[in-house]
Antibody, heavy 119, light 110 residues
Framework: EVQLVQSGAEVKKPGESLKISCKGS????????IGWVRQTPGKGLEWMGI????????KYNSPFQGQVTISADKSISTAYLQWSGLEASDTAMYYC????????????WGQGTLVAVSS | QSALTQPASVSGSPGQSITISCTGT?????????VSWHQQHPGKAPKLIIC???NRPSGVSTRFSGSKSGNTASLTISGLQAEDEADYYC??????????FGTGTKVTVL
């Protein structure tokens, strides 16, 4: 069974760093792109970026370039999304997803990780 | 890359058909046949219901159908049911070799 299991909810203060994870199982982790999606409270979905785990080829959508870092550790089939200095505006639900059965659509999703940033 | 434009809300009575539009540009919807639609119920992760403009993944109801004309894609839900009440998002591959979502549409079953 294909699964993406994300790390648990986080409560952080502005300026703190954070790394959340997405562990894949039931498929060949290195063969498929992994994407990260942000959903701010009561708002829509936004693509943040994607990574190809076999060579860590990474692409960011422009609003997120330089704001977050996407990485992957293929030895443990896990992708990461990290911040070096959180802001209140980073408060959101974050999802990981993979394009397993087609190159251009995202058919398996993690359960989401809620990140709350408040002083 | 700006978000694709969707109506904020669409409603219909049980059994009716509704259509949600998703408008982009020649750099996304108009340039590629890689439009997908996701359904999201409150507190849940998005679920893929249409891929590559008009294909349904295995297990998705035949009541969902997709199409595209020029820079606009559409999702039609026929035989509307109470369980269809959710948020719907279109998404497209783009010329930047990345992806963009639509603004989202809340479907209400009256």
């Amino acid at each position: 069974e294909v699964q993406l299991v994300q790390s648990g909810a986080e409560v952080k203060k502005p300026g703190e760093s954070l790394k959340i994870s997405c562990k894949g199982s039931g498929y060949i982790f290195t063969s498929y792109w992994i994407g990260w999606v942000r959903q701010t409270p009561g708002k829509g979905l936004e693509w943040m970026g994607i990574i190809f785990p076999v060579n860590s080829d990474t692409k960011y959508n422009s609003p997120f370039q330089g704001q977050v870092t996407i990485s992957a550790d293929k030895s443990i089939s896990t992708a990461y999304l990290q911040w070096s200095g959180l802001e209140a505006s980073d408060t959101a639900m974050y999802y990981c997803a993979i394009a397993l059965n087609g190159k251009f659509y995202w058919d398996y999703w993690g359960q989401g990780t809620l990140v709350a940033v408040s002083s | 890359q700006s978000a694709l434009t969707q109506p904020a809300s669409v409603s219909g009575s049980p059994g009716q058909s509704i259509t949600i539009s998703c408008t982009g540009t020649s750099s996304d919807i108009g340039g590629y046949n890689h439009v997908s639609w996701h359904q999201q119920h409150p507190g849940k992760a998005p679920k893929l219901i249409i891929c590559d403009v008009s294909n349904r993944p295995s297990g998705v109801s035949t009541r969902f159908s997709g199409s595209k004309s020029g820079n606009t894609a559409s999702l039609t839900i026929s035989g509307l049911q109470a369980e269809d009440e959710a948020d719907y998002y279109c998404s497209s591959f783009t010329s930047s070799r990345l992806y963009v979502f639509g603004t989202g549409t809340k479907v209400t079953v009256l």
